[in-house]
């Protein structure tokens, strides 16, 4: 029988992924890293094969989602308070970015920063 697996999230760095691998790991789920041998050998190509890939068996995909968002960081201002969404309220966003264009994904760090609601997906600038 085939595995299929479900992606967590996707980080820019190999280290950032660790601390969340090793909980899930705790309680028992298998915990797959796509692509972390390649940013370890390169990481200045992270933005470009969309980072480490945080993944999980199908099955363990409801506990291992209960698991992340209990741990998960989510996007705060300058000020240290976490960001709302103006559409539905909710306190979970994370840092966002397009990526559209041919100029910012080969110079990612000059695109504006933005946030996407967890909740209900709305993209919002600061």
């Known amino acids: 029988m085939e595995q299929e697996f479900y992606t967590l ?6 280290a ?14 298998p915990v797959f890293l796509r692509d972390e041998n390649t940013l370890n050998s ?10 480490v890939k945080l ?3 199908t099955l363990d995909k409801d506990r291992a ?3 992340y968002n209990e741990i998960r960081n989510y996007a705060i201002d300058d000020h240290g308070k976490p960001i709302v969404c103006p559409n539905c309220g909710a306190q979970k966003s994370e840092t966002y970015y397009e990526r559209k264009s041919i100029f910012h994904k080969l110079f990612p760090f000059f695109e504006k920063r933005k946030y996407k609601c967890l909740n209900c997906n709305m993209i919002t600038k600061p």
Not at 16 to 29: F, N, R
Not at 42 to 51: E, Q, R, T, V
């Open 9 to 14: 999230g996707a980080f820019e760095f190999v």
């Open 16 to 29: 950032d992924v660790q601390i969340i691998k090793g909980k899930l790991e705790s309680e028992g789920i």
């Open 42 to 51: 390169d990481p200045l190509i992270s933005s470009a094969i969309g980072g």
């Open 55 to 57: 993944q999980v068996y």
């Open 65 to 67: 989602l209960e698991i």
